[in-house]
């Protein structure tokens, strides 16, 4: 059974840092583009950032020098450390695990993330 468990989200004043987690199952791990998406209230999903197992990472223009994306293969996890962190942050952080060649795409249910002083 596939699993992505999120974790780490919570409340932080701007300018603070948080740590994101997804702990991913069921499901060959390195063989999968990792990402970060995020939605906020009455706004579409949006990628934050990407790591592919092997190669380039990718961000979003909106968090570039702030944000971090990262995977460990051997826990089949990855992470997203959040630093110097905006109230326009908030949002339900969801992590992805897709393998395009075959079409396959899958979600975990999110971990809110709340900006404010």
């Known amino acids: 059974q596939v699993q992505l468990v999120e974790s780490g989200g919570g409340l932080a004043q701007p300018g603070g840092s948080l740590r994101l987690s997804c702990a991913a199952s069921?499901?060959?791990?390195?063989?999968?583009?990792m990402s970060w998406y995020r939605q906020a209230p009455g706004k579409e999903r949006e990628l934050v950032a990407a790591i592919p197992s092997t190669g380039s990472r990718s961000y979003a223009d909106s968090v570039k020098g702030r944000f971090s994306i990262s995977r460990d293969n051997a826990k089949n996890t990855m992470y997203l450390q959040m630093n110097s962190l905006k109230t326009e942050d908030t949002a339900v952080y969801y992590c992805?695990?897709?393998?395009?060649?075959?079409?396959?795409?899958?979600w975990g249910k999110g971990t809110p993330v709340t900006v404010s002083a």
């Open positions: 069921g499901f060959a791990f390195n063989g999968y583009v």
């Open positions: 992805n695990a897709a393998y395009s060649v075959y079409g396959i795409t899958y």
